[in-house]
């Protein structure tokens, strides 16, 4: 199904580069849309996974195996939340969280907000904002409410003793990279405790990224779920929703959430982040763009959104051009979630030749 429109035809990878059927070298600053962490082809990682699928790949959920307790011990240095449930992909993760909220609390009010971007089956559809998302998929779930990201008061408004959780991202993605306000992320714990509801940070998108493992850690917040996907495998599907409630046996779950081969991933993930620092390094690599036609940088870390006053798309299609992929999020907005390998002389490299590609274009 044509369901996206295809730049290139990509061929192979290696750290921070990949290249196309022609031949041609691009520097990758989209990495799978923050996936590839480590970078393409990992010496370690690819080891790693190699030697798993020879020993075993999947044993089905009702199985124990040792992949799983390797996983759990790597992700005990990083949270430490009692319960981990394992599912295949950013949305099963939100569908998840939604699921175990919406049981544990014994309510059915949902508030998300505007601009979000949760997934796209029809659970984390209803949390996601955007019409371009939603329409022809109706009718979503019902219970669900919009209310204004970094809008306190419309928070405090919305959420009642019938609210089973509020779901927020720390950085909105695809709204734009938007960074959530401190006072707006204390204000979501505050009043989800006083109302007897959970708070639910989806950090599919923003974990990993930000000099600390979870995004929404720089508020000083402990949030009661949290989901992440995307990077924690380093491009093996796999995504994570962390929590300490309780969930009856037998209320979810997956054939091939947890198999053998993505605790591998996700083990194998973790324990070089962790010996390389470079969730912590990330959080120095934020780099600020400038030019005539750009509005400012935002975003964290390696998560940034270079907001232009010109609609993206024609910038992203000249920086190809030049080698360097990018993407959008919005309108107007250039996204870049470069692998967390990349040296920061190289994003200073990137930021010159980004900029005289944005300042030329017209």
Wanted: proline share 4%.
């Amino acid at each position: 199904m044509p369901l996206y429109r295809k730049r290139l035809r990509l061929v192979r990878g290696e750290g921070i580069y990949v290249w196309d059927s022609e031949g041609n070298r691009y520097l990758d600053l989209i990495a799978g849309i923050g996936v590839n962490v480590l970078g393409h082809s990992h010496p370690e990682w690819v080891l790693e996974m190699g030697k798993q699928m020879e020993k075993l790949v999947t044993a089905g959920p009702m199985f124990d195996h040792d992949e799983k307790y390797e996983m759990l011990e790597e992700l005990s240095h990083w949270v430490d939340y009692e319960y981990v449930y394992m599912g295949n992909s950013g949305t099963e993760a939100v569908e998840a969280a939604i699921k175990f909220a919406r049981l544990v609390t014994g309510r059915e009010e949902i508030v998300a907000m505007r601009n979000a971007f949760h997934g796209r089956t029809l659970g984390s559809l209803s949390a996601t904002w955007k019409p371009k998302y939603r329409d022809g998929f109706g009718p979503l779930l019902p219970g669900f409410k919009h209310v204004p990201f970094n809008d306190s008061e419309a928070v405090k408004d919305a959420v009642s003793e019938k609210t089973a959780a509020v779901i927020f991202e720390p950085i909105q993605g695809e709204g734009g990279v938007v960074p959530a306000k401190d006072e707006f992320v204390k204000t979501l714990r505050d009043v989800t405790e006083d109302k007897g509801a959970l708070l639910i940070a989806d950090e599919v998108q923003s974990g990993l990224r930000t000099g600390s493992f979870l995004a929404v850690e720089h508020y000083g917040v402990r949030p009661d779920i949290v989901t992440m996907g995307k990077g924690v495998g380093n491009g093996f599907p796999v995504s994570l929703t962390l929590t300490d409630l309780e969930v009856p046996r037998g209320k979810h779950g997956s054939t091939f959430g947890g198999n053998p081969l993505a605790c591998r991933a996700v083990a194998t993930t973790l324990r070089i982040l962790r010996r390389e620092r470079l969730v912590e390094k990330a959080g120095r690599k934020f780099v600020n763009f400038s030019g005539e036609h750009v509005v400012k940088t935002r975003g964290r870390g390696l998560m940034m959104g270079i907001v232009m006053k010109r609609p993206a798309g024609n910038y992203v299609r000249a920086l190809q051009e030049k080698g360097i992929l990018v993407n959008t999020a919005g309108t107007r907005v250039i996204r870049l979630l470069p692998p967390l390998v990349i040296e920061e002389g190289k994003l200073l490299e990137v930021r010159e030749e980004v900029e005289g590609v944005l300042n030329d274009y017209l």
